[in-house]
């Protein structure tokens, strides 16, 4: 179970199998013991919106292929409604954050524009506002900076005196570090809340506590230029010997050959394992993969394994039957 799970470690390898990464998990996201109460919408809350189907802009020929999501909350009204910006982004500009962009307009921005569609430069047009309430351009401060090729931000508050439902036709653009246009995606409502709270639901028999593994540090003896980091969630399903880890992951630095490389047997190529060890300091200690080897006899994290996309693997369901609960993995 995840519980069993809960004190060990989580490694990533390349596509050799080398080590490259470990992190310790923790419970960081736990669900309450009881379930809440549902929570009535406040006033000027709004429905969010996802920009996540990312294209080339238009007669855009540099080699940058940017993926990931933005989501948009609202917050305010009137003058004062503002975008409030969420977003993981791989194959951007990998200088935005240390080159000098001084005076460069839209610079490592991201930016709603105009347009409605991607498909055509010159619809596209230029920042979305509400220009009669706000004389000047608020997008001028929406920017990322990268790390390891990823970009991620969890505030970023844009006040466009605008509500989401006037933003929700038009399209997100994001610039590299020049300022020009990279990548466009149109937003859709496919992350609406509920027009009513719903109630309260009792969690299953078999439900436990999800498990955190997002301090990724550099493998101990590992001296290649990979550099991972991301996040991946475990929740459990099952019990006794049916006891399986749900793995959800965002990852960025990985082996970008993953996916495309030939790894037929190449022990542990591009996995994801959890690990006997319980600390990430000392390779020595960390041991193999964890599992019940008494109620499984072989080695269930061989499936473990990620496929990387411009830099970037991602993953919304990897199911591995250990044998083992959240709690016994959890240190």
Not at 41 to 61: I, K, M, R, V
Not at 264 to 289: M, P, R
Not at 295 to 308: F, G, H, L, R, S
């Amino acid at each position: 179970t995840n519980a069993e799970v809960a004190d060990r470690v989580m490694v990533v390898h390349d596509a050799s199998g080398a080590r490259i990464a470990c992190s310790p998990m923790s419970n960081s996201m736990n669900a309450p013991d009881e379930p809440e109460e549902p929570v009535e919408p406040e006033e000027n809350s709004h429905d969010s919106l996802l920009a996540s189907g990312f294209q080339t802009y238009p007669g855009y020929t540099g080699n940058l292929v940017v993926n990931g999501t933005i989501t948009l909350t609202q917050e305010g009204s009137g003058a004062d409604a503002t975008q409030v910006m969420n977003f993981t982004l791989a194959g951007i500009d990998s200088t935005c954050g240390t080159a000098n962009v001084t005076g460069v307009a839209n610079a490592c921005g991201i930016h709603i524009h105009v347009g409605k569609n991607c498909s055509d430069a010159s619809t596209v047009g230029g920042h979305f506002w509400n220009e009669t309430a706000i004389a000047e351009d608020p997008w001028q401060i929406a920017m990322y900076t990268a790390a390891s090729n990823l970009a991620t931000e969890g505030v970023l508050e844009i006040t466009t005196g605008l509500t989401n439902a006037e933003v929700a036709d038009r399209v997100m653009v994001v610039h590299d570090a020049s300022g020009a246009r990279i990548a466009c995606s149109p937003m859709s409502n496919s992350m609406n809340a509920p027009d009513e709270p719903e109630e309260p639901v009792e969690p299953e028999e078999n439900s436990h506590d999800s498990l955190l593994a997002s301090g990724f540090q550099t493998y101990p003896g590992y001296t290649g230029n990979l550099v991972v980091n991301g996040t991946i969630t475990l929740t459990q399903e099952g019990s006794g010997a049916d006891a399986t880890q749900v793995m959800n992951f965002t990852l960025a630095g990985i082996d970008s050959t993953c996916g495309t490389a030939n790894v037929t047997g190449v022990a542990n190529a591009c996995g994801i394992h959890i690990h006997v060890g319980k600390n990430c300091s000392d390779a020595s200690t960390v041991g193999g993969h964890f599992w019940n080897e008494t109620a499984i006899a072989e080695d269930p994290w061989q499936i473990a394994m990620y496929t990387a996309a411009s830099n970037l693997a991602t993953e919304g369901v990897l199911e591995i039957t250990t044998g083992l609960t959240n709690a016994e993995v959890a240190d």
